[in-house]
């Protein structure tokens, strides 16, 4: 069943996709992409996604890129027994896809940001930093409001909502230190979603990295963003 090939590297997105192919027990070769010397943009990478970014796979010879079509096409052409998906054409479905887009349109984008300027940034920038961590925290309260009514973001089932969004969601305390104690309803689903073992396998592709070592390269970018403020 498949002959997927993934591309990818352990980030906010590219976890997004192990964790759904694990979901699903399907087998797939894993390529990873090293973003930060820039493989991404190599042309060989582009005819899979011409985005330049990762994650992508590969098919039986079809290229999926953005995760949240890949998540998409899992669920359309693997999940037949509906463990990690709501079927198309129901109300559930719809809600599912309605949490996905919040994701793609909405948290990845704006905690991409937020990244961007509390991480990477050339320089430093209260406003940019205030601006996107903010609209992220923002994000999160409605995903706590959801939460705080409904078990998963589609309803009673874990669904690839949940996985888009769990992505995002690991990585804000270790990269942004929001805190999650701030959102309740949203911490009791992502420690319920941290424990799932096909999560855990999911996490460790395309290299397992513990919290500590994660936390650490992050605070290690904080501090340079941060030595860049006199200078601001
Ligand atoms: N909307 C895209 C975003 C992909 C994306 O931004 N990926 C990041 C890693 S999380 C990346 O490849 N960054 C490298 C770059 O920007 O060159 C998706 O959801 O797949």
Redesign the pocket.
């Known amino acids: 069943m498949g002959d997927i090939t993934l591309y990818t ?1 352990s ?4 976890i ?1 996709v192990s964790i759904a192919l694990e979901e699903l027990s399907l087998a797939y070769r894993v390529v990873p ?1 090293d ?1 930060s010397s ?1 493989a ?2 190599e042309p060989s990478f582009l005819a899979i996604n011409p ?5 992508a796979i590969t098919d039986f010879g079809l290229r999926v ?4 079509a ?1 998540l998409q096409y899992l669920a359309e052409t693997y999940d037949r027994d509906r463990t990690i998906s709501y079927a198309p054409g129901t109300p559930e479905y719809w809600e599912q896809m309605s949490w996905l887009m919040f994701q ?1 349109g909405g948290v ?2 704006m905690q ?1 940001q937020a990244n961007h300027f509390r991480l990477f940034a050339g320089e430093y920038s209260a406003y940019g930093i205030q601006r996107y961590t903010a609209e992220t925290k923002r994000l999160y309260s409605v995903l706590n409001d959801r939460l705080t009514v409904s078990p998963y973001l589609a309803g009673p089932k874990y669904t690839i909502a949940d996985i888009a969004n769990f992505g995002w969601v690991r990585y804000a305390p270790l990269a942004l230190e929001i805190n999650l104690n701030e959102f309740p309803a949203l911490k009791r689903w992502h420690s319920v979603i941290l424990e799932r073992s096909a999560v855990q396998r999911g996490l460790a592709v395309p290299t397992p990295k513990s919290d500590a070592e994660i936390a650490e390269r992050y605070r290690g970018l904080r501090e340079k963003v941060d030595g860049l403020r006199s200078r601001a």
Do not use: A, D, L, V
Request: hydrophobic share 25%.
């Open positions: 590297c980030t906010p997105n590219g997004k992409i973003i820039g991404q943009k985005n330049g970014r990762i994650p890129f953005e995760s949240g890949i793609m990845g984008p991409g």
